[in-house]
T-cell receptor, first 109, second 116 residues
Framework: EDKVVQSPLSLVVHEGDTVTLNCSYE??????LLWYKQEKKAPTFLFML??SGIEKKSGRLSSILDKKELFSILNITATQTGDSAIYLC?????????WGAGTKLIIKP | DTGVSQDPRHKITKRGQNVTFRCDPI?????LYWYRQTLGQGPEFLTY????????KSRLLSDRFSAERPKGSFSTLEIQRTEQGDSAMYLC??????????????FGSGTQLSVL
């Protein structure tokens, strides 16, 4: 059964720091790798990655996929307290999303 | 509000009781998903519909769980004879066919179920 593994499980940094979150996945029926941010209840979509080496950016957030090594990273630069959340990655596999357990990110002022 | 809405937001029930949750997807979305999430875990797939047809159910979904989407719009998820292990957040999400499973997946705020 496909698995998605995220690391670290939790991370505490100070405002202004840069963080890198990791996500490894398995390849069966791979269509895309997705990142979501979950603050209180509903996960909200961040990025969808389908091709290796192409960086997706949105403001201070960026993400890239390595299909050879089967992982993705999510970078957040100049972190702010509003970035505190759980960051989830998911593999889109045959019309199902297989989710990692998430990285809980806490930004201290 | 034109997002995905779920009702109720919270449900407390006694073990053995039946519960039903409702999800209203974004109106033009033809796909609707149900997920379950427990603390410290990512969402776990339960089932999904394309229009009114239930196309996939998780192997982990016991016979006590049933979902319907009778007219291809709102959906209900019923849990019969609830057990304490059913305590979780139940998330609904919707999307539009042809845009990929995840890119346009919009989640509701969930129903938090506590079984005493």
């Amino acid at each position: 059964e496909d698995k998605v593994v995220q690391s670290p499980l939790s991370l505490v940094v100070h405002e202004g720091d840069t963080v890198t979150l990791n996500c490894s996945y398995e390849v069966t029926n791979f269509r895309s790798l997705l990142w979501y941010k979950q603050e209180k209840k509903a996960p909200t979509f961040l990025f969808m990655l389908t091709s290796s080496g192409i960086e997706k950016k949105s403001g201070r957030l960026s993400s890239i996929l390595d299909k050879k090594e089967l992982f993705s990273i999510l970078n957040i630069t100049a972190t702010q307290t509003g970035d505190s959340a759980i960051y989830l990655c998911a593999q889109d596999s045959n019309y199902q999303l297989i989710w990692g357990a998430g990285t809980k990110l806490i930004i201290k002022p | 509000d034109t997002g995905v809405s779920q009702d109720p937001r919270h449900k407390i029930t006694k073990r053995g009781q039946n519960v039903t949750f409702r999800c209203d997807p974004i109106s033009e979305h033809n796909r609707l998903y149900w997920y379950r999430q427990t603390l410290g875990q990512g969402p776990e797939f339960l089932t999904y519909f394309q229009n009114e047809a239930q196309l996939e159910k998780s192997r982990l979904l016991s016979d006590r769980f049933s979902a319907e989407r009778p007219k291809g719009s709102f959906s209900t998820l019923e849990i019969q004879r609830t057990e304490q292990g059913d305590s979780a957040m139940y998330l609904c999400a919707s999307s539009l066919t042809g845009t990929g499973v995840g890119e346009k997946l919009f989640f509701g705020s969930g129903t938090q179920l506590s079984v005493l």
